[in-house]
């Protein structure tokens, strides 16, 4: 490994990459902000559609409207993920609310199955 060259070690600060324009500027925060309430409220749509989907289609065609319901909460939770205008964490919050989104209405599904 070549060492860096004395211009671009004049960037890099205690392990971290420094504004050479604002060399004292402020760091990024270590903690994300995981948007909690907006996660909350994907999935709440997610389990209000898939309990809708569980009680009202038949057995026959309820595998068809719950991948609607997955495509519609995570569209939901696209929407409000934007809505946020933060890029930092995006992905991460996207996956962790769609992934949210099918385990819950998985879990309707089967608890519908079950009683049903």
């Avoid at 925060?29 to 209000?48: E, G, K, N, Y």
């Amino acid at each position: 490994m070549t060492p860096l060259d004395p211009r671009r070690r004049a960037l890099w600060k205690n392990g971290g990459v420094i504004d050479p324009v604002q060399p004292d500027a402020p760091e990024m925060p270590d903690v994300q902000s995981w948007h909690l309430p907006r996660m909350i409220v994907a999935w709440a749509v997610a389990a209000v559609i898939g309990t809708l989907v569980t009680l009202l289609v038949p057995q026959e065609g309820r595998f068809a409207w719950l991948a609607f319901a997955v495509g519609a909460s995570t569209l939901v939770t696209f929407a409000l993920q934007l809505g946020t205008a933060q890029r930092e964490g995006f992905i991460t919050r996207v996956s962790f609310s769609v992934a949210g989104s099918v385990v819950l209405i998985a879990v309707i599904d089967v608890i519908g199955m079950l009683l049903g």
